[in-house]
């Protein structure tokens, strides 16, 4: 008889909207203890996931879960990465991208159920200043609405928007020096998506064509940001044709220099990490193996 397989969940409490729930009963309740072997564990603050991930991969565990939302699977993939061990996503955030992306089920029983009996395969990893990240990295007023979404106290989608409808009025943009493919731009930033997934989360589609296993970063660039244009981005997000409204400039590459004439924050993931004026952006294809 085959070994079970053993799956280590790592659920971070303060994720999500809802807050109420039982997560370890309805995890466990949902398992089929005769199949799987599993292990709960959780989260006790900012960081404690990566640490988690990576004891969990050397104990040998299969499969490590992130049970939470966009932060918390990037702190577990950060964890994983040059291990043998494959990232699980059981969706529990605001804006879950990288599992929309992955076409992982938002609903806690179907997610628990498909990372039991999972496909395995391979994605690629971006890094920004050295900072790992699964879904999208950014410069600009992306960045800063993440910034403040983390300072508001509250969490979901009206949340976010409340906070970038208020931001949007006093943001300006920064010049910038982006050098890629051999070529150097000079233009500037209001915001510089980096995408390897094709959304930050909620269905917006920072950049639809992008390709988690291509081998290259989508840039998705917005010069400046007046009211019609914003309007245009903002169908184009939703309907998932922002490249086709002429609202944004799109790249494709697997390095890429930015040069800021001020700082710009930036966020790897939806998490708001610093202010930097210099940024090295880069890709290493298939570099962590999920379980979908």
Do not use: W
């Amino acid at each position: 008889m085959p070994a079970k397989p053993r799956i280590c969940f790592l659920i971070n409490p303060n994720s999500g909207t809802d807050r109420r729930q039982d997560v370890p009963a309805l995890i466990t309740h949902c398992l089929d203890a005769d199949d799987v072997d599993h292990e709960i564990r959780l989260t006790r603050y900012a960081g404690h996931a990566e640490q988690l991930a990576r004891q969990a991969a050397a104990e040998g565990f299969r499969t490590v879960v992130a049970v939470g939302g966009d932060g918390t699977v990037n702190e577990v993939g950060r964890g994983l990465l040059g291990t043998t061990t494959a990232l699980g996503i059981v969706p529990r955030g605001s804006g879950n991208g990288l599992a929309r992306h992955l076409r992982i089920p938002l609903a806690l029983p179907a997610a628990v159920q498909r990372v039991c009996r999972p496909t395995f395969q391979r994605i690629d990893v971006g890094h920004i200043n050295g900072r790992a990240f699964f879904c999208t990295a950014g410069l600009g007023f992306d960045a800063h609405v993440s910034k403040c979404f983390a300072e508001a106290g509250t969490r979901g989608l009206s949340t976010y928007v409340k906070v970038a409808l208020r931001e949007y009025r006093h943001y300006r943009s920064t010049a910038v020096t982006v050098t890629l493919n051999g070529e150097t731009l000079h233009t500037d930033c209001y915001v510089l998506a980096f995408a390897n997934a094709a959304q930050y989360g909620n269905n917006a589609y920072i950049a639809p064509l992008a390709d988690i296993r291509d081998g290259l970063l989508d840039l998705c660039l917005i010069d400046s940001l007046p009211i019609v244009r914003a309007v245009r981005v903002s169908l184009g997000l939703a309907l998932g044709n922002l490249p086709a409204s002429g609202a944004a400039v799109f790249h494709t590459s697997r390095h890429i220099r930015v040069q800021a004439a001020a700082p710009l924050g930036f966020h790897v993931d939806g998490d708001y990490v610093a202010a930097a004026q210099d940024f090295e952006v880069a890709l290493t294809p298939l570099a962590l193996e999920v379980a979908t």
